[in-house]
Structures are given as structure tokens and as C-alpha cells.
């Protein structure tokens, strides 16, 4: 091994760092994409959509990469600037799909809703595509770096979202293996963020080590709201044995849900309400000016946020036609309106308790689900703080291992003592003082928040990710201790008589903890199943981030109303040629493998056969 | 160099040492004649070879069914180089006499004919064709100049037909008696090949003219794919014309040009002039990082020393005697630290229309 690779598969940006093992501090590299018909050039990030060009729609070759001569879908900064004009042909958000148990994520369902009749792709397949693409970078940037691109010279750590079910992540593990990347490891993006962090203050050579900025006893929570989706993770920091090289030691103890809310809402918010605020001037634009409107407000925004010497800005919206004097709107956004809509729609000063309404089917829409439903990140971060302290209040290890301050006060949350920013949102100071301000204001009255600083918030979660994989290799730096970011559990129908219009409850025994680390094996003892031979057999599963506290083997009643069902799970043994539909009984060993997926064997008892469990990728319906 | 020139002047060597080589031959030559044939037709295996290769490199974008002949010829040239060569390494049997040696000679003196009129026609192709003589390759060339350059390849098929039927009757008519057969039958092997060579040769240069200059012609091959223009022609075009695109796409830069301002206010001026503002700067600072040259401010006083780099610097007003001047500054100066200018991948023609933004139609 020569270097540790990390791979960011973001909802709307990609990036990929290298880090050479002998010394260096991970850096990204460009990545080669088209720009327009004929034209390719290098960006550090790849935008995560993909155009399905129409036949003819471009000269031969001229959407042409080094590494693929012909190709008629587009990946990259062309794609998406294609795709805003002809969205009937642009898949995106692939990543949100990939996590939605409502559909089959094997099924070529994208774009979502387009009447294209055929070229659709599914979830994976544009997983997997964006990742080779990835993939035919690197190896361009290792030839320049070594002359030769040899995969097998690195380690490749690819980030998913701490809110990934297993589901998800062994989609993304699979998908990475078959874009050429082989095993990779898995590692959660708050996480990654969090590695660039300690990364950053290492490469700087600072008096200020990054252990100097923590303490035993804080509880960092990590805020990641990128362009679509939103994420958070709490890290403990811990007094570290006696003895150790480190003298903390470093805990991911919550994770929280997928939003699907991120910063390109707030520009379609902006774009909408200054379409509004035109059409009250008396000029209506059209879908096509709409799209320039949504620039010109990204870029208000921008402005306004950082700097607060501006009053207003002008936003002039041309005509897609030639004439750019005559047909040119113009009007202007003032401070106080975009600090209305963007710092108190998004971050409202809300109660703690005070939390988003119940959870809606994600995914199925893009933009407007979220933001019709709940706007305000403020909420999210009060559900995912209560939900994060009823966790700990489930086992008391970890409640121990949090430090009473977290726990105490008056508000029913696990209290955080200082932030780490992520994501191009926090790039505006404005927003990151309202976060730190709301999240003081539920601690306690005149406590402060502190801010950690962060590298560059783009990059961070693939520089992270690379930074993982050389302190996995060379065994120096320091591991956040994670494991399974929830606990998964497998449902028993309980034997009792049929009685018309009655479900009977569903009992589910727990088969992997959260906290599990990585490369743990264990048999189920104590609960046998009798598999009918030649025939699949399902079974319901189950997972939860809020239970802490259950050991393996811990039976929960009611695993439908406690518990988040995620896709069933289905085995099919061979047939036994002397005897059909014999039953065979076996027990359940669940492995957490050395990258990070999750693999159920059912073992039969009495020889060495085994059968591994499958994910049932359909749609419940 | 042209390859017309090229032709020109190695057809000119062949036809001078063939003819008067015999006439100016030293005595003490004379009995190595044989060789000095032999060497002489290697020379020309060697010339059909490289004539090939130029001409496949030249053709095999173009009109790729032109190539399946030039690689033919230069198989052939090579055939002849290795066929000579042993003639060349080999003492030649002392009974060969002087009629096949004049056999040989009249063989090579019409070949070597052909390949000045085919150099000529080539010459003529390249060089005097009118517009084709500065950035054209071939198939620019209007189509006027067709009438004149078919007559050469004409004559050119007919003259190495006509070769082809002399070798043959000469070397059954004149071959002596005492001749091995063995070696007769080599020699008219070589020479045939020669014959054949130059016979394909003209077959390409007449499918080629029909190509390029009849033009509509359904018997040729459609040309598909652009001609790319050699290094030195339209260089930077592409990339030129990506960078004028982006300015467009992003920041309606041409819109903005284009456009008479005259009849418009100011204010309808200065709305548009945001719209191109936001645009071109978002692209200029993607693809360059572009800073002042002097750091400090506009009107304050200079010294340009003696050592300062002359592209720094622009010196106006009263430039008189020698460093260390003194000065106002006027204008801070701009430079840039990157130039990351996108890459264009297909060669520009710079004398057809090329596309900046094409028509934009909404498919309702």
C-alpha cells in the first residue's frame, strides 16, 4: 500500500483526495470532466448527475473523455447545466434514492418521473457510474503521481451518510466493487469531516494540537447541511486509559435521520420569493428566466451573507433570447429580506421542544418536500439532540462514558459543548453564529457553544476520508470509536390463533448492537429457526438508533411501533434431493465485516452449511 | 516539406543517375554495374515506402478507404528493398549480359519517368492550386484546379500500363539463352512489383481526385469525420472558441457585444450589464487567478529599476536615457497565476463557420 484514497459519493458533489503514505497530508485531485460538447477540463468536484443525451443530440465523440471514447450519458458540470434545460433527462439525487425503501433500487427509475420509455437507469446503476468516474480519475491522477495506475497500491475509503441504513450502505459497498474499486471501506461522512478537522490542525504544525482545543467530558456535534441533504452526528470526547499514546479517546454515540433539506433549498426559496416580489413590480418570467433567477439568488446570497456592509443587491434576470438590453428585469434583494428568509426561515430561534412534524416518506419528491414540510434546520436539530439523549438514557455504559454535563439541564437533550461545521451552507459566518446562538439558548441561559474550526468545507469529507485510511494503515493518529451507527433486529411472528381483523404483535430479537465494531462475529444462541428447504423465506427487519442499551439476544414486543422496518431479509436454501420441504434448523450469525457492511448467515446446526441473508431490495408494499 | 517536393526530387536522382550514369559510369565501375541498378532500385523501394507512409498518415483519417492502398505500397516498397538488397549483397552471376542489362535500364528509366510525372501532378496539387497553399491540406482546394490535375493521372495510369506490358514482352522476347531461369524469373518478379506498385499508386491518386473534387460523386466515400488540422494550424482555435462559448453561456458576453446600444437607457444598459458582469467574472475566476501586477495604488510614484522584467512594465510619456526611471503609476497592470483554459477536443476548422451557442429551441 502507497496511498489512502478517499472517496466523497455526495447527494449533488463528488471529490476524491489522495494521501501518500510516506508522509503528506491528503490533498484532492482534479477531476477530469466534460464542460460542454468538445470541451473537457478538470475540476476538483464532480457534480453527481447524469445527462442522457438523445441520439444525434451532439456530434460523434464530441461528449468524449480520455478514458471513454463514446458515451451518450454525460457526468459532471455539463450534465447538471444541461440538465436544468431539458430535466426530463437529468438523473440526480441518486444517493437520496439509494436510501429509499419505498422503491426498488435496483429498477430503473431515473430521472424520477421523466416519460423517457427507455436508457432510464436505476439508483445503483448512477452510483455506479458516478463512482467509476471517480475511479477513472484517480488512476489518471495516481499515473501522474507514479506512472502507473495500480488500485491495488491504495486503500479506498468511501463515505456514506451516518443516516445510511445497511441497506444502503451495502448497496453503496456493492456498487463501489462493481465501478472497479474493489473492497472498500466504509466511513460515515460527519465522521470523515470530523478526520479532516484533526487532519488540518496536525498538517497547520499549530502550538494548538487539536487535542488542546477539546477536553474529557465535551460532546462535539458535528453539522453537515450540504447542497441537499443534512446530517448529524454527536462525537464524545473521553478520558483515554491510563498508559495510551492518546491521551482522549473519541466516541460517535448518535447519528441522527436522513432531511433531505440542504442549501439548494434556500436558493429556491430566495428565487421564489424574489419571482414573487417581480411579479408584484409587474413583470412575470417564465420557467427559463426562473433557472437564471436561481443563479443570480445563489449568488445574492453568497454576498449577502458574508459581508454585512451590503444593504441590497441588484438581480437582473435576461431572457433566454438574444436581446439582452431590451428584455432584461431587474429588481433587488435587500438584507433584511434574505436574512428573513434564508437565517429565520432556516435557522428560526425555535423552543427545544419544539421539534419537526412526524417523519414523511423521504425521496419520492426532490426539491419542496422537505421545504414544504419543515424549513427550519433548528427543528431537526432539536428531534435529533431528544432522539440522541433518549439513545443514551437506554444504556447506561454510555451514559457513563458521556460525562454528567451532557446529560444535565433542564431541556430534554443531550447537551453539546462546541460545534464542527460542515458543507458549503456554513461557508456564511451569519449562519454558523445563529446555529451556535440556538444551540446556547436550550443549553443553558449565558452558556456558549464553541465553534471548532473546519478546513475547507467542500473538500473536508473526502480529505477526512483519506486521512482514515493512512492512520488505519500506519497505525498512527487517532480512531473515533463507532461501530454500527444502529442496532438491528429480526422479527418473530409470535405463534397465537387467528382472529379476523386483529395483526398479531411482532416480537424481534436483537442481532447486532449498536456500537458493534467492525470484524466482530457472534452466534445467536438461543434462537433456532426451522428453514423449509427449496423454498425463500423472508423475514422482517428491523433497526433503530435510539436503543443503546440492547445486548444481543435482547427481545423487543411490539417491533413495529418501537422500531424503524427496513427491507426484509429472504434466504433460499438448495433442496434436499431424499426429502422435499424438509425443515432444517439453523441458527443466525450476524458479522460485522473489516469495511464495515453488515453480513447474517444462517448456520445449520448439525454440519458446517451456511446460507447468507439478502437484502430484499422490492418495495414493501 | 511538401510532399510533392519531395517526389520532385528523388524521381530527379533515379531518372539522372539511370540515364546518365550509364554515360558517365567510371571504367572501373562498369563491371559493378549490376549493383549499382540494384542500389538504385532499393533507393526506390525505400522512396515508395516512406511516400506510402506519408500518405497513409495523411489519408487515414480522412478517407480511410484510401489507406488499404497506401499500406499496399508500402508493403510492396518494402518487398522490393528486401528483394534488391539481396541482389545488392549477393555478387550477380557474371553471365549476365549486356542486353538484359539494358532491359533493366529501360525498365527503370520509364519507371523512374512515371514518378516525375506523378511529382509533377502532386506538385501541382499541393502548391499551385490556388487557396491551398498557405493552411489547406488537399481537400480544400476548389474545384477548379480539378480539370488540370486529371490529365497527369491519366497519364500516369496509362504509362505504367504501358510498363507493365514492356517488362513483360522484353523479358520474354530478349532474355539470352545462357540466362539461368531462375534468376530471370526474380528479376521480373522485382519489376513487376515495381510495375504494380506504380499502378496502385495511380489508382489511389485517381480515386483521391475524384474524392476531393467531384465531390457529390456517390461512388467515393462520403467524408465523415473533420480533417485535423496539422500542429501548426489552428492551434489555441478550439480552446478559443470553447472560452468565447463559456463567456456566452455564462455571462451572455456576445449577446451583450453584438447588441447596437445606442437606443437603449441606462438603465435598460446597466440591467444587462449585471446579467454579463455576474457571468464573465464567475468564468474568469474559474479559469484564471488573476491579480494586479503592482500591489500598490494607481498615481502613486514608481522607480523601474535597471534589472526589472520588461513585460512588467509599459513605460509611456517621456521615455529618455537609461534606468533607473521614475514615474507616476497609471495603470496597476494585470496578471494572472493560472491559466486552466478547458480543453477542446475536436480540431476547429478555422476557415468554416464554427458554432459559439447554437439555436436554442424549446420542444414543447
Same mark, same amino acid.
Given at each position: 500500500?502507497?496511498?489512502?484514497?478517499?472517496?466523497?459519493?455526495?447527494?449533488? +458533489?463528488?471529490?476524491?483526495?489522495?494521501?501518500?503514505?510516506?508522509?503528506?497530508?491528503?490533498?484532492?485531485?482534479?477531476?477530469?470532466?466534460?464542460?460542454?460538447?468538445?470541451?473537457?477540463?478538470?475540476?476538483?468536484?464532480?457534480?453527481?448527475?447524469?445527462?442522457?443525451?438523445?441520439? +444525434?443530440?451532439?456530434?460523434?465523440?464530441?461528449?468524449?473523455?480520455?478514458?471513454?471514447?463514446?458515451?451518450?450519458?454525460?457526468?459532471?458540470?455539463?450534465?447538471?447545466?444541461?440538465?436544468?434545460?431539458?430535466?426530463?433527462?437529468?438523473?440526480?439525487?441518486?444517493?437520496?434514492?439509494?436510501?429509499?425503501?419505498?422503491?426498488?433500487?435496483?429498477?430503473?427509475?431515473?430521472?424520477?418521473?421523466?416519460?423517457?420509455?427507455?436508457?432510464? *437507469?436505476?439508483?445503483?446503476?448512477?452510483?455506479?457510474?458516478?463512482?467509476?468516474?471517480?475511479?477513472?480519475?484517480?488512476?489518471?491522477?495516481?499515473?501522474?503521481?507514479?506512472?502507473?495506475?495500480?488500485?491495488?497500491?491504495?486503500?479506498?475509503?468511501?463515505?456514506?451518510?451516518?443516516?445510511?441504513?445497511?441497506?444502503?450502505?451495502? *448497496?453503496?459497498?456493492?456498487?463501489?466493487?462493481?465501478?472497479?474499486?474493489?473492497?472498500?471501506?466504509?466511513?460515515?461522512?460527519?465522521?470523515?469531516?470530523?478526520?479532516?478537522?484533526?487532519?488540518?490542525?496536525?498538517?497547520?504544525?499549530?502550538?494548538?494540537?487539536?487535542?488542546?482545543?477539546?477536553?474529557?467530558?465535551?460532546?462535539?456535534?458535528?453539522?453537515?447541511?450540504?447542497?441537499?441533504?443534512?446530517?448529524?452526528?454527536?462525537?464524545?470526547?473521553?478520558?483515554?486509559?491510563?498508559?495510551?499514546?492518546?491521551?482522549?479517546?473519541?466516541?460517535?454515540?448518535?447519528?441522527?435521520?436522513?432531511?433531505?433539506?440542504?442549501?439548494?433549498?434556500?436558493?429556491?426559496?430566495?428565487?421564489?420569493?424574489?419571482?414573487?416580489?417581480?411579479?408584484?413590480?409587474?413583470?412575470?418570467?417564465?420557467?427559463?428566466?426562473?433557472?437564471?433567477?436561481?443563479?443570480?439568488?445563489?449568488?445574492?446570497?453568497?454576498?449577502?451573507?458574508?459581508?454585512?456592509?451590503?444593504?441590497?443587491?441588484?438581480?437582473?434576470?435576461?431572457?433566454?433570447?438574444?436581446?439582452?438590453?431590451? +428584455?432584461? *428585469?431587474?429588481?433587488?434583494?435587500?438584507?433584511?429580506?434574505?436574512?428573513?428568509?434564508?437565517?429565520?426561515?432556516?435557522?428560526?430561534?425555535?423552543?427545544?421542544?419544539? *421539534?419537526?412534524?412526524?417523519?414523511?416518506?423521504?425521496?419520492?419528491?426532490?426539491?419542496?418536500?422537505?421545504?414544504?414540510?419543515?424549513?427550519?434546520?433548528?427543528?431537526?436539530?432539536?428531534?435529533?439532540?431528544?432522539?440522541?439523549?433518549?439513545?443514551?438514557?437506554?444504556?447506561?455504559?454510555?451514559?457513563?462514558?458521556?460525562?454528567?454535563?451532557?446529560?444535565?439541564?433542564?431541556?430534554?437533550?443531550?447537551?453539546?459543548?462546541?460545534?464542527?461545521? +460542515?458543507?458549503?451552507?456554513?461557508?456564511?459566518?451569519?449562519?454558523?453564529?445563529?446555529?451556535?446562538?440556538?444551540?446556547?439558548?436550550?443549553?443553558?441561559?449565558?452558556?456558549?457553544?464553541?465553534?471548532?474550526?473546519?478546513?475547507?468545507?467542500?473538500?473536508?469529507?473526502?480529505?477526512?476520508?483519506?486521512?482514515?485510511?493512512?492512520?488505519?494503515?500506519?497505525?498512527?493518529?487517532?480512531?473515533?470509536?463507532?461501530?454500527?451507527?444502529?442496532?438491528?433486529?429480526?422479527?418473530?411472528?409470535?405463534?397465537?390463533?387467528?382472529?379476523?381483523?386483529?395483526?398479531?404483535?411482532?416480537?424481534?430479537?436483537?442481532?447486532?448492537?449498536?456500537?458493534?465494531?467492525?470484524?466482530?462475529?457472534?452466534?445467536?444462541?438461543?434462537?433456532?429457526?426451522?428453514?423449509?428447504?427449496?423454498?425463500?423465506?423472508?423475514?422482517?427487519?428491523?433497526?433503530?438508533?435510539?436503543?443503546?442499551?440492547?445486548?444481543?439476544?435482547?427481545?423487543?414486543?411490539?417491533?413495529?411501533?418501537?422500531?424503524?422496518?427496513?427491507?426484509?431479509?429472504?434466504?433460499?436454501?438448495?433442496?434436499?434431493?431424499?426429502?422435499?420441504?424438509?425443515?432444517?434448523?439453523?441458527?443466525?450469525?450476524?458479522?460485522?465485516?473489516?469495511?464495515?457492511?453488515?453480513?447474517?448467515?444462517?448456520?445449520?446446526?448439525?454440519?458446517?452449511?451456511?446460507?447468507?441473508?439478502?437484502?430484499?431490495?422490492?418495495?414493501?408494499? | 516539406?511538401?510532399?510533392?517536393?519531395?517526389?520532385?526530387?528523388?524521381?530527379?536522382?533515379?531518372?539522372?543517375?539511370?540515364?546518365?550514369?550509364?554515360?558517365?559510369?567510371?571504367?572501373?565501375?562498369?563491371?559493378?554495374?549490376?549493383?549499382?541498378?540494384?542500389?538504385?532500385?532499393?533507393?526506390?523501394?525505400?522512396?515508395?515506402?516512406?511516400?506510402?507512409?506519408?500518405?497513409?498518415?495523411?489519408?487515414?483519417?480522412?478517407?480511410?478507404?484510401?489507406?488499404?492502398?497506401?499500406?499496399?505500397?508500402?508493403?510492396?516498397?518494402?518487398?522490393?528493398?528486401?528483394?534488391?538488397?539481396?541482389?545488392?549483397?549477393?555478387?550477380?552471376?557474371?553471365?549476365?549480359?549486356?542486353?538484359?542489362?539494358?532491359?533493366?535500364?529501360?525498365?527503370?528509366?520509364?519507371?523512374?519517368?512515371?514518378?516525375?510525372?506523378?511529382?509533377?501532378?502532386?506538385?501541382?496539387?499541393?502548391?499551385?492550386?490556388?487557396?491551398?497553399?498557405?493552411?489547406?491540406?488537399?481537400?480544400?482546394?476548389?474545384?477548379?484546379?480539378?480539370?488540370?490535375?486529371?490529365?497527369?493521372?491519366?497519364?500516369?495510369?496509362?504509362?505504367?500500363?504501358?510498363?507493365?506490358?514492356?517488362?513483360?514482352?522484353?523479358?520474354?522476347?530478349?532474355?539470352?539463352?545462357?540466362?539461368?531461369?531462375?534468376?530471370?524469373?526474380?528479376?521480373?518478379?522485382?519489376?513487376?512489383?515495381?510495375?504494380?506498385?506504380?499502378?496502385?499508386?495511380?489508382?489511389?491518386?485517381?480515386?483521391?481526385?475524384?474524392?476531393?473534387?467531384?465531390?457529390?460523386?456517390?461512388?467515393?466515400?462520403?467524408?465523415?469525420?473533420?480533417?485535423?488540422?496539422?500542429?501548426?494550424?489552428?492551434?489555441?482555435?478550439?480552446?478559443?472558441?470553447?472560452?468565447?462559448?463559456?463567456?456566452?453561456?455564462?455571462?451572455?458576453?456576445?449577446?451583450?457585444?453584438?447588441?447596437?446600444?445606442?437606443?437603449?437607457?441606462?438603465?435598460?444598459?446597466?440591467?444587462?450589464?449585471?446579467?454579463?458582469?455576474?457571468?464573465?467574472?464567475?468564468?474568469?475566476?474559474?479559469?484564471?487567478?488573476?491579480?494586479?501586477?503592482?500591489?500598490?495604488?494607481?498615481?502613486?510614484?514608481?522607480?523601474?529599476?535597471?534589472?526589472?522584467?520588461?513585460?512588467?512594465?509599459?513605460?509611456?510619456?517621456?521615455?529618455?536615457?537609461?534606468?533607473?526611471?521614475?514615474?507616476?503609476?497609471?495603470?496597476?497592470?494585470?496578471?494572472?497565476?493560472?491559466?486552466?483554459?478547458?480543453?477542446?477536443?475536436?480540431?476547429?476548422?478555422?476557415?468554416?463557420?464554427?458554432?459559439?451557442?447554437?439555436?436554442?429551441?424549446?420542444?414543447?
Amino acid at each position: 500500500m502507497k496511498y489512502s484514497v478517499g472517496i466523497d459519493l455526495g447527494t449533488s +458533489n463528488s471529490c476524491v483526495s489522495i494521501c501518500d503514505l510516506d508522509g503528506g497530508y491528503p490533498a484532492t485531485i482534479n477531476i477530469t470532466q466534460v464542460l460542454g460538447p468538445s470541451v473537457i477540463g478538470e475540476k476538483p468536484l464532480l457534480a453527481s448527475v447524469l445527462y442522457l443525451s438523445i441520439e +444525434n443530440e451532439f456530434g460523434r465523440g464530441t461528449l468524449a473523455l480520455p478514458w471513454n471514447p463514446d458515451d451518450a450519458a454525460v457526468i459532471g458540470a455539463f450534465a447538471r447545466e444541461r440538465g436544468a434545460l431539458a430535466p426530463d433527462r437529468l438523473v440526480s439525487s441518486a444517493k437520496s434514492w439509494l436510501c429509499n425503501p419505498q422503491v426498488d433500487r435496483h429498477a430503473p427509475i431515473l430521472p424520477w418521473k421523466s416519460e423517457l420509455e427507455e436508457g432510464k *437507469l436505476s439508483p445503483f446503476e448512477a452510483s455506479r457510474r458516478y463512482l467509476e468516474h471517480l475511479r477513472q480519475a484517480l488512476e489518471q491522477a495516481l499515473v501522474a503521481r507514479s506512472g502507473t495506475a495500480s488500485l491495488g497500491d491504495c486503500m479506498i475509503v468511501l463515505t456514506v451518510p451516518a443516516s445510511f441504513d445497511e441497506v444502503a450502505r451495502e *448497496l453503496t459497498h456493492q456498487a463501489a466493487r462493481e465501478a472497479g474499486l474493489g473492497n472498500v471501506t466504509l466511513l460515515e461522512e460527519p465522521q470523515a469531516a470530523f478526520y479532516a478537522w484533526i487532519a488540518g490542525s496536525e498538517a497547520r504544525q499549530t502550538v494548538e494540537h487539536w487535542s488542546s482545543e477539546v477536553r474529557a467530558g465535551d460532546l462535539v456535534l458535528v453539522c453537515d447541511v450540504g447542497g441537499g441533504t443534512a446530517d448529524f452526528t454527536l462525537i464524545a470526547v473521553a478520558a483515554a486509559e491510563a498508559g495510551l499514546s492518546q491521551a482522549l479517546e473519541l466516541h460517535r454515540i448518535a447519528v441522527g435521520e436522513h432531511i433531505l433539506l440542504g442549501g439548494d433549498n434556500m436558493d429556491l426559496a430566495l428565487a421564489y420569493a424574489l419571482k414573487d416580489q417581480m411579479s408584484a413590480e409587474g413583470h412575470e418570467i417564465d420557467h427559463w428566466q426562473f433557472l437564471s433567477l436561481v443563479h443570480a439568488a445563489r449568488a445574492a446570497k453568497e454576498r449577502l451573507l458574508s459581508d454585512a456592509a451590503i444593504a441590497e443587491i441588484p438581480i437582473a434576470v435576461p431572457t433566454r433570447g438574444a436581446s439582452l438590453f431590451a +428584455n432584461t *428585469l431587474s429588481t433587488t434583494l435587500s438584507r433584511a429580506r434574505a436574512m428573513a428568509l434564508i437565517v429565520d426561515g432556516y435557522f428560526p430561534r425555535t423552543e427545544v421542544t419544539e *421539534l419537526p412534524k412526524a417523519r414523511k416518506s423521504v425521496g419520492l419528491q426532490e426539491f419542496g418536500l422537505d421545504y414544504a414540510t419543515e424549513p427550519a434546520f433548528s427543528k431537526h436539530l432539536a428531534r435529533f439532540l431528544t432522539r440522541a439523549r433518549e439513545n443514551v438514557r437506554s444504556d447506561p455504559a454510555l451514559a457513563q462514558l458521556l460525562g454528567d454535563w451532557a446529560q444535565s439541564g433542564d431541556a430534554p437533550i443531550l447537551r453539546p459543548s462546541a460545534v464542527l461545521f +460542515n458543507g458549503g451552507v456554513f461557508h456564511a459566518e451569519v449562519l454558523r453564529e445563529r446555529v451556535l446562538e440556538v444551540l446556547g439558548s436550550w443549553v443553558e441561559p449565558g452558556a456558549s457553544v464553541k465553534e471548532i474550526k473546519g478546513v475547507g468545507r467542500d473538500t473536508a469529507v473526502a480529505l477526512g476520508a483519506a486521512y482514515y485510511g493512512a492512520a488505519q494503515l500506519t497505525g498512527r493518529g487517532i480512531k473515533i470509536r463507532a461501530g454500527t451507527s444502529r442496532s438491528y433486529y429480526i422479527g418473530l411472528e409470535s405463534p397465537m390463533p387467528a382472529v379476523p381483523g386483529y395483526t398479531p404483535p411482532v416480537k424481534a430479537i436483537c442481532i447486532v448492537p449498536q456500537g458493534s465494531e467492525e470484524g466482530t462475529e457472534w452466534d445467536l444462541t438461543g434462537a433456532e429457526f426451522g428453514l423449509v428447504t427449496g423454498e425463500p423465506v423472508e423475514f422482517r427487519f428491523f433497526s433503530s438508533a435510539v436503543r443503546a442499551g440492547d445486548r444481543i439476544g435482547t427481545k423487543v414486543e411490539n417491533a413495529d411501533k418501537t422500531l424503524d422496518e427496513t427491507s426484509s431479509l429472504t434466504v433460499a436454501l438448495p433442496p434436499v434431493v431424499s426429502e422435499a420441504q424438509q425443515v432444517v434448523p439453523v441458527t443466525l450469525r450476524p458479522i460485522v465485516t473489516e469495511v464495515g457492511t453488515l453480513e447474517l448467515w444462517m448456520c445449520h446446526r448439525h454440519s458446517d452449511r451456511k446460507w447468507k441473508l439478502e437484502f430484499n431490495l422490492r418495495p414493501q408494499k | 516539406m511538401h510532399t510533392g517536393y519531395m517526389r520532385l526530387a528523388i524521381s530527379a536522382i533515379i531518372a539522372v543517375a539511370l540515364t546518365a550514369g550509364r554515360l558517365l559510369m567510371p571504367e572501373s565501375l562498369i563491371d559493378d554495374y549490376a549493383g549499382y541498378v540494384a542500389m538504385t532500385l532499393a533507393g526506390l523501394g525505400a522512396y515508395m515506402v516512406v511516400e506510402g507512409i506519408l500518405m497513409l498518415r495523411r489519408t487515414a483519417v480522412q478517407r480511410p478507404g484510401e489507406s488499404k492502398w497506401s499500406a499496399t505500397r508500402i508493403l510492396l516498397g518494402a518487398f522490393l528493398i528486401l528483394l534488391i538488397a539481396g541482389v545488392g549483397i549477393l555478387p550477380l552471376p557474371p553471365e549476365i549480359g549486356s542486353v538484359a542489362e539494358s532491359y533493366r535500364w529501360i525498365a527503370l528509366a520509364v519507371l523512374s519517368v512515371y514518378v516525375l510525372c506523378e511529382a509533377l501532378m502532386a506538385r501541382h496539387r499541393f502548391v499551385e492550386a490556388p487557396g491551398a497553399d498557405t493552411n489547406q491540406s488537399a481537400g480544400q482546394a476548389p474545384r477548379a484546379a480539378a480539370s488540370q490535375t486529371v490529365k497527369p493521372i491519366k497519364r500516369g495510369l496509362v504509362l505504367s500500363v504501358l510498363m507493365l506490358f514492356l517488362i513483360v514482352s522484353y523479358s520474354k522476347a530478349m532474355t539470352p539463352d545462357f540466362l539461368p531461369a531462375g534468376l530471370e524469373a526474380y528479376r521480373d518478379v522485382v519489376l513487376a512489383a515495381v510495375a504494380l506498385l506504380i499502378l496502385i499508386d495511380a489508382l489511389v491518386a485517381v480515386r483521391k481526385q475524384r474524392g476531393e473534387y467531384a465531390g457529390s460523386s456517390e461512388t467515393t466515400q462520403p467524408i465523415k469525420a473533420p480533417r485535423p488540422p496539422s500542429i501548426q494550424e489552428g492551434a489555441g482555435y478550439g480552446e478559443v472558441l470553447a472560452f468565447l462559448s463559456l463567456l456566452q453561456e455564462k455571462g451572455r458576453f456576445i449577446d451583450f457585444v453584438m447588441e447596437d446600444v445606442t437606443t437603449f437607457n441606462d438603465t435598460q444598459v446597466a440591467a444587462a450589464s449585471r446579467v454579463v458582469h455576474q457571468g464573465c467574472a464567475a468564468v474568469i475566476r474559474e479559469y484564471f487567478e488573476i491579480a494586479p501586477v503592482h500591489g500598490g495604488k494607481e498615481g502613486e510614484k514608481l522607480t523601474i529599476d535597471k534589472g526589472a522584467d520588461p513585460d512588467h512594465y509599459r513605460l509611456v510619456g517621456k521615455v529618455t536615457g537609461a534606468p533607473p526611471f521614475h514615474g507616476v503609476v497609471l495603470h496597476r497592470g494585470w496578471k494572472t497565476a493560472k491559466l486552466a483554459l478547458p480543453r477542446y477536443a475536436t480540431p476547429v476548422d478555422p476557415s468554416a463557420p464554427n458554432i459559439i451557442t447554437p439555436v436554442e429551441v424549446e420542444v414543447r
